[in-house]
């Protein structure tokens, strides 16, 4: 398999989830800030030009984080990346798309890439929007882990999407909450987690 990837990016979830389930792929690093996700042999193989995609032994590429996640725990469930039991299966994918589609997609993307939602004199204004939909969701986060290790109970893909967006709150100097702390401390601690961002430049 081929993976597709930019260090302390979302990719890093997917970067973590490929190891604890043991496998061996390719890594192509992209550069971002110099537009290596929007040249052709890239866009090629994903036309939406965005990170990451995982380009499967059988051809298929796979460009989305939930997509990609979840394929790898129903095709290595030896490796229980996702829990049997179906109400916490559902938790776990209900955790996992909002860690995805809200936290990153709604909060952090107006944190690192404001123009796409602002004109120029209103930049600082959207990053502080960003900021503020980050924290209330994070706030929600700790109150669901409550009581908990991780998202479900035992490590799954949500704890990888959780994560990444923890990981983008402590570089930038957020606050996390306590709970949400604790997770991202316990995260660190996985050997898996320690080589993937050691890997990735991150000690």
């Known amino acids: 398999m081929k993976f597709y990837m930019t260090p302390g990016s979302c990719s890093t ?60 725990a129903e095709t290595y469930p030896r490796r229980k990346l996702l829990p049997e039991d179906p109400d916490a299966k559902e ?31 209103a930049i600082e204004a959207t990053k502080a929007q960003g900021r503020e939909i980050v924290a209330e969701a994070f706030e929600k986060v700790n109150r669901e882990l409550d009581g908990k290790s991780y998202v479900v109970g035992a490590f ?21 909450p306590a709970n949400c702390r604790a997770h991202y401390e316990l995260m660190k601690s996985r050997p898996t987690v320690r080589q993937v961002l050691a890997e990735e430049g991150y000690r």
Request: charged share 20%; aromatic share 12%; glycine share 8%.
């Open 13 to 72: 979830g997917i970067h973590i989830l490929l190891e604890e389930a043991g496998l061996v792929f390719e890594a192509h690093i992209l550069n971002l800030p110099r537009g290596d996700h929007l040249k052709p042999d890239y866009l090629a193989i994903n036309p939406h030009g965005t990170i990451p995609t995982l380009v499967r032994d059988d051809g298929v590429a796979l460009t989305d984080f939930v997509a990609i996640a979840t394929w790898l």
């Open 91 to 121: 938790r776990a994918m209900v955790s996992l798309n909002f860690a995805t589609r809200y936290i990153h997609g709604e909060g952090f993307r107006r944190v690192f890439t404001p123009e796409r939602y602002a004109a120029a004199g």
């Open 156 to 176: 799954s893909i949500a704890d990888a999407g959780l994560f990444y967006v923890e990981f983008w709150a402590d570089k930038i100097g957020m606050e996390l």
